[in-house]
């Protein structure tokens, strides 16, 4: 299972980004997909998932600005970002959790810093 993460970049707080992860080898639709992030000296934390059913579930802290979606078709789960806050810059991983053995893979991170 290979995932590939795009989309991170600099923007203004306030500001808006969308991150894009690929899964290869694994269909999303069928086990859990999520995003955490991990700021320099912090421990990785869970930002949103979304299960096969299309539920989901967001940390806290992005509630009400983040939304985690799925496009089947694509293979695809995409993070649209709003009102970025300077705290919400990380480097944000996409991550795949197969739901028969919770097995859980990673792609490679992509760079999100909110900054003026």
């Known amino acids: 299972v290979q995932l590939q993460a795009s989309g991170g970049g600099l923007v203004q707080p306030g500001g808006s980004l969308r991150l894009s992860c690929k899964a290869s080898?694994?269909?999303?639709?069928?086990?859990?997909a999520a995003w955490y992030r991990q700021a320099p000296g912090m421990q990785r934390e869970l930002v949103a998932h979304?299960?096969?059913?299309?539920?989901?579930h967001y940390g806290d802290s992005v509630k009400g600005r983040f939304s985690i979606s799925r496009v089947n078709a694509e293979n695809t789960v995409y993070l649209q970002m709003s009102s970025l806050k300077p705290e919400d810059t990380a480097l944000y991983y996409c991550n795949l959790r197969k739901w028969s053995t919770s097995t859980d893979y990673w792609g490679q991170g992509t760079q999100v810093t909110v900054s003026s």
């Open positions: 080898g694994a269909r999303f639709s069928g086990n859990i």
């Open positions: 979304i299960i096969p059913n299309g539920g989901t």
